[in-house]
Structure formats: C-alpha cells, structure tokens
C-alpha cells in the first residue's frame, strides 16, 4: 500500500490527499510534526533528504517527493492530466506557478499569521510584502478563471489540486477572497468534482 507522509496543516500534502480520493486509491497516512523536527530525524531523512513533507512511498519502497512531482505521477493515464503536449505544458506552468509564486506569497504569509512564536522578525514589513504578493498572484487566477472554468486543458486536473491547496485557506493568511469572485466559484466547482474531500478528513 502507498505510504503518504504529511503533516495536516501542510496544503502540500492536501493536494495529494485530495488527488489520491479522485483515483479512489488506498493509502497510509503518515502524520510528521515538522514543528518538533520529525522530517529532520535520520530516519526521514534517508527516506526524503530535503526534509520536507510531502513524501510518497510506493510498494516496491521507491520515495517520491515534492508534491508537484507526486500528482505528477499519480495523474498519468488518468483523466486529471491531459494526453497531448500543449496541454500538459499548461498544466505544467500552473503547477509552476503554484510553486514559485503562489505558495512563497500566500502560504507564507499563512504562516506567519498561524506561527507568530516561530516567525520573530518576519511580521510587519514582511507580512505587508508577502500579502501584496499574494494579491497580485489571486488577481492573476481571477483573470484567468474569468474566463476559464478551471486552470488548464479546459477541465478540471491537477492544475486545479495544486492550486486549490493553499487558495482554499488563504484567508488564514490575511487575504479576503470576495475580491476575487472568479476564484471563489471555482473553489465552489472544485468542491463538487467526484471524491472531493476538505483538508483534514
């Protein structure tokens, strides 16, 4: 059986826990406290030598990591990563997206809203930046999916998981999301896709 290591309030790992209810896929989650070093123990580290969550074993024991990489791989021959190239590329840049821009704005700033004790001298000024940022990337997905029902390939993939993951609590980092009404109703359509399931379930 396919082993998830993961922390709950990790968004990264959500969009695997929510990728993996679309395929209906059995699995064993794993819970980590990364905040008392639990994916820095020599044990995790010989399984995932970035230290970070999330990690996916497979049965023959093979580590996956980085949750872009891993809905890569559960998403092939499935109906949540297109067959042709284009397509793919687009679900690839928004995967990218996520990564580079969303998550270093509004999932940073989340964190140093929910861990104000652990994020001494990142308040304030910081705070203020990260904030700015992650507007401008919700404004971004709100001209986008004003026009498009989800991300890429004209349906719903794991463009979409990735994406959901940390815009679904964004609010827990400051941003209010009824200036993007694109972006809520697509939450609201991501929410009603088959085998959805909210974080922490």
Known sequence: MLRLYDNKESRNGYKVVLLLSHLGMPYERIELDIFKGASRTPAYLAKNPAGKIPALELDDGTILAESGAILWYLAEDTPYLPDDKISRAQVLRWICFEQNTHETSIAEAR?????????????????????????????????????????????????????????????????????????????ERVAKQRGYVPANQ
């Open 111 to 187: 964190s140093i809203l929910l861990h104000p004790e652990r994020n001494q001298g990142r308040a304030g000024v910081i705070l203020e930046e990260k904030q700015a940022r992650g507007n401008a990337v919700l404004k971004t997905m709100d001209d986008h999916l004003a026009a498009n029902e989800f991300f890429a390939a004209g349906r719903y993939s794991i463009a979409d998981m990735a994406l959901y993951g940390y815009t679904s609590v964004a609010h827990e980092g400051g941003f209010d999301l009824s200036k993007y009404p694109a972006v809520q109703s697509w939450m």
